[in-house]
């Protein structure tokens, strides 16, 4: 199961409460996430995409970018070493 975090360039306009919803596949979650951009235009600093285990700590799945009609991944960002510092691995 696969969630996002959108993390606006403005982050004085983002509330505390965030609803997730979970997706089987990074396909259908970024099909979703794409939508919801296109239908109701923000400005994106990026998409991160999360693996949700109900055992242990989610996961970083990858790093998006969003160039205002798709999503695409950042590769220059480490994912594993992210998931280490941050208590994830």
Do not use: F
């Given at each position: 199961?696969?969630y996002?975090?959108?993390?606006?360039?403005?982050?004085?306009?983002?509330?505390?409460?965030?609803?997730?919803?979970?997706?089987?596949?990074?396909?259908?979650?970024?099909?979703?996430?794409?939508?919801?951009?296109?239908?109701?235009?923000?400005?994106?600093?990026?998409?991160?995409?999360?693996?949700?285990?109900?055992?242990?700590?989610?996961?970083?799945?990858?790093y998006?970018s969003?160039?205002?009609?798709?999503?695409?991944?950042?590769?220059?960002?480490?994912?594993?070493?992210?998931?280490?510092?941050y208590?994830?691995a």
């Open positions: 199961m696969y996002a975090d959108i993390i606006e360039r403005d982050v004085r306009e983002r509330s505390g409460l965030v609803a997730r919803r979970l997706y089987n596949n990074v396909t259908s979650l970024k099909k979703a996430i794409t939508q919801s951009l296109i239908d109701k235009p923000r400005d994106v600093a990026e998409v991160v995409v999360m693996r949700y285990y109900e055992t242990k700590r989610d996961k970083i799945h990858g998006y969003w160039d205002g009609e798709a999503l695409k991944l950042d590769q220059s960002k480490p994912v594993l070493i992210n998931n280490i510092l208590g994830r």
